[in-house]
């Protein structure tokens, strides 16, 4: 079948995918008076599709080897025909008029609000779409206004063919203004009913609105617990007037084992692996235990671990926050120094809106540091406090949004120095959809960092800050970029800046590429901004998938380190930032 284009794209798709003797073609092939009866069929389909988009005085011209469905000599010319080539079947349209819309009236009584809600206007085209869409949208506005029982039927539509014009009448049935009734729960097994009904962000009595009850739905999803949440309205109301809810849940497996492996030249690979329970006591509280192998490195001197474990109990005191305790023992041997270390760490961490956390804690450390051939002991004590903003659209793989930090870390160190200092951090990114396809992707990353109150030698070398390596400048060993001791081993220093820009390209189904340039900086003893800047540059490869990209990048340095490495190679799970 050849279908004449209408110059219309869109209607075209629309009358190609209503053609059976199209989409019928290879599965059931047909000749003759049922070939005939098939045309008809779609003449009908064809119309059907024109007048949707506003075309209710169009016309269908088909013809089956040169001849119209009404002429007598067809069945004979179809039982005549070779089997090859097949026989020509062609349709033209004269599209007509297009129709627009006329009156556009809701007959019944609404809210004084509703009507505003259609978005459909007198004088645009009279497309069913539109209008289907408008039906849409007053059911929803009917609901979110408080009338969950509000029905929309099918809309009347008149034609006014002298005018080429179609008057559209809505006869929306508000039904009652109606609260919240009585709140139950199905599915629950080890999660307590109590917690839940407490998390809640909707009660009976409250005016029942479709976002309320979206929300509700979406924070119990947000505790982590949950695989799955539906809120179901009862189909009635009850005796009082009220609409009860069921929250229908699905509880997520109790316990959750996870495997992780990545790779950089710089501080070769590390294994991670983790056990945790999603909801230990009942109220969603958590359990996370992990385990780090670190294995090779250029940077790495010998393998190291870290061993953790974290409990987090939410809703702790108040709703939305939660009590998080950690405890860490690591040991590292690095190029810049090697370290043994127990960490502790205890913290209240506060959603203060949808995107903003603040966290305060209190911090403990005990350490042993070789530098230099010189081992010292550290007893640290501090306040970490954060404000954390983040309105990313993913985890792994953002495509828009903004994420920001701000961290200040009063901090006391005993043992072989003794210092008070604070850390101050401000971390910030940003993504830019470009085409707002989700498939091109601009990233900007930036860091400043400063210690107050210490020299850079007074701190512990663990607490002082160091640039080179994925997380900085890439290209670059891991820690390597600032000052040095004689022997080109890393002293670190009091100020950190570094920044970021890189182009994240999608191409193809499951493919990416990226390039990127990272630059940086570390201050001995000054402030942020005032020391030699380095900077990194490089191209990667990514590859898509349900867990988030699997990540390869290529770096250089652009002004290469005495005894430094000609490039860098990254490989691992998400993003770099």
Request: no cysteine.
């Amino acid at each position: 079948m050849t279908l004449k284009p209408t110059g219309n794209g869109v209607l075209d798709a629309a009358l190609h995918d209503s053609a059976s003797l199209i989409s019928l073609r290879a599965s059931a092939p047909t000749g003759g008076f049922a070939l005939t009866e098939r045309a008809r069929q779609d003449v009908g389909r064809f119309k059907t599709a024109l007048q949707s988009f506003g075309y209710y005085k169009a016309s269908v011209h088909l013809t089956i080897d040169g001849k119209t469905l009404d002429d007598p000599g067809i069945f004979a010319a179809l039982d005549q025909a070779p089997a090859s080539p097949p026989i020509a079947v062609v349709v033209s349209f004269d599209l007509g008029p297009r129709f627009q819309l006329g009156q556009v009236t809701i007959s019944t009584p609404v809210p004084a609000d509703i009507p505003g809600q259609l978005d459909l206007r007198s004088g645009q085209p009279a497309m069913a779409a539109d209008v289907l869409a408008a039906q849409g949208r007053l059911l929803s506005a009917l609901r979110e206004d408080g009338y969950p029982m509000a029905k929309v039927p099918i809309p009347l539509a008149t034609l006014r063919p002298d005018e080429n014009r179609l008057d559209v009448e809505f006869q929306p049935d508000a039904g009652p203004k109606t609260d919240i009734g009585p709140i139950s729960f199905s599915g629950l097994k080890d999660m307590n009913e109590s917690f839940v009904r407490r998390r809640l962000t909707v009660h009976p009595g409250e005016l029942f609105t479709t976002s309320a009850i979206d929300t509700a739905r979406q924070d119990l999803t947000s505790i982590g617990v949950f695989s799955v949440v539906r809120a179901v309205p009862a189909d009635a109301l009850d005796p009082q007037g009220q609409l009860p809810i069921t929250f229908d849940l699905t509880e997520r497996p109790l316990h959750a084992v996870d495997l992780g492996v990545a790779y950089s030249t710089d501080v070769g690979i590390n294994v991670t692996t983790g056990w945790h329970d999603h909801n230990l006591f009942g109220n969603a509280e958590q359990l996370n235990l992990t385990a780090a192998v670190q294995l090779g490195g250029n940077a790495v001197t010998r393998p190291g671990y870290n061993v953790g474990a974290q409990f987090i109990k939410p809703d702790y005191l108040v709703r939305d926050q939660s009590l998080e305790i950690d405890v860490n023992a690591i040991d590292q041997s690095l190029q810049a120094y090697q370290q043994t270390a127990l960490l502790e760490k205890i913290a209240l961490n506060r959603k203060l809106t949808p995107h903003w956390t603040a966290s305060l804690g209190l911090s403990g450390e005990q350490e042993s540091i070789l530098q230099e051939d010189v081992t010292r002991h550290y007893e640290l004590v501090g306040i970490p406090a954060s404000l954390r903003y983040d309105n990313t659209t993913s985890l792994l793989a953002p495509t828009s949004g903004i994420r920001a930090s701000l961290t200040v870390t009063p901090t006391e160190s005993l043992g072989t120095t003794s210092a008070t200092f604070f850390i101050t951090q401000l971390a910030g990114s940003t993504y830019l959809d470009l085409f707002d396809n989700g498939r091109s992707i601009l990233a900007l990353r930036g860091l400043v960092g400063k210690d107050f109150g210490a020299g850079v030698f007074s701190l512990p070398p663990d607490q002082r800050f160091y640039a080179g390596g994925s997380g900085t400048v890439r290209g670059y060993r891991f820690q390597t970029l600032g000052p040095q001791f004689a022997n080109r081993i890393p002293t670190g220093g009091t100020a950190i800046s570094a920044g970021t820009v890189e182009l994240r390209q999608r191409i193809l189904g499951s493919y990416g590429i990226a390039t990127f340039l990272d630059v940086g900086q570390v201050s001995s003893n000054g402030a942020p901004f005032t020391s030699n800047w380095h900077a990194g540059a490089g191209i990667g490869a990514r590859y898509y998938t349900s867990i988030g990209p699997i990540r390869l990048d290529v770096a250089v340095p652009l002004n290469k380190l005495p005894g430094g490495d000609s490039l860098e190679l990254y490989i691992g799970i998400g993003e770099a930032f």
